[in-house]
């Protein structure tokens, strides 16, 4: 079994300031993929950035980055830059072995400050 | 473009009426995928599909039931509504290699009073 773990309700960020969102996981699977998935008030799940497990590189997506280590089974999300457009719902989520279920988190919610 | 709807948005029904929720994708992907987003709980899987005829339980099935007759759509069907499904839901759809993205629809805000 898979299991996702966002242990931090909320957090609030001032505005152009950096905020990393926390996330560990655990499975058995040896190929495996996570994800973080932003959901602003609009309620649509919107992908943020990817991870291969096999890839020693951590992701980076414009103003997004990943710390994956994979050792500790942690990945969590950093902000960089943080808009008032980031305030949103984020998902850790995990997508392992062959059946292409994803398991979630259960969530973050990050508000951005002015 | 392709695309990922999902109709109604919104629903409010009566306890122990039937609904039927419609999810439809034209991107032609073989996995569709139906969750509901609980409050602190984040979004759980309920049934989906690896393709036509294909149906699996999720880890909250209970209560619905899914069917797949052609590529695009998988609709999802609460038989008896209780007040405990009154939840979001999301319908999804992803190409059948393992490490491919979820589409996410819109979802649906349904009430069950």
């Known amino acids: 079994a898979q299991t996702v773990t966002q242990s931090q309700p909320e957090m609030s960020v001032q505005e152009a300031e950096t905020v990393t969102l926390s996330c560990t996981y655990d499975?058995?699977?040896?190929?495996?993929?996570l994800f973080w998935y932003k959901q602003p008030p609009s309620r649509q799940m919107i992908l943020v950035i990817r991870?291969?497990?096999?890839?020693?590189q951590n992701a980076t997506e414009n103003r997004f980055s990943v710390n994956f280590q994979k050792a500790a089974k942690s990945f969590s999300l950093k902000i960089s830059d943080s808009q008032l457009g980031d305030t949103a719902m984020y998902f850790c989520?995990?997508?392992?072995?062959?059946?292409?279920?994803?398991?979630f988190g259960k969530g973050i919610t990050l508000s951005v400050r002015p | 473009d392709a695309e990922i709807t999902q109709s109604p948005r919104h629903k409010i029904i009566e306890t122990g009426r039937q609904v039927t929720l419609a999810c439809h994708q034209t991107w032609n992907h073989n996995n569709m995928f139906w969750y509901r987003q609980v409050l602190g709980h984040g979004l759980r899987l309920i049934h989906y599909s690896y393709g036509v005829q294909d149906t699996n339980k999720g880890e909250v099935s209970d209560g619905y039931s899914v069917s797949r007759s052609n590529t695009e759509d998988l609709p999802l069907t609460l038989e008896s509504a209780a007040s405990s499904q009154t939840s979001v839901y999301f319908c999804?759809?992803?190409?059948?290699?393992?490490?491919?993205?979820?589409?996410f629809g819109p979802g649906t805000r349904l009430t069950v009073l």
């Open positions: 991870q291969e497990a096999y890839k020693q």
């Open positions: 999804a759809s992803s190409v059948s290699s393992v490490d491919n993205e979820q589409f």
């Open positions: 989520a995990l997508l392992a072995g062959a059946n292409s279920k994803l398991t």
């Open positions: 499975t058995s699977e040896s190929n495996y993929y």
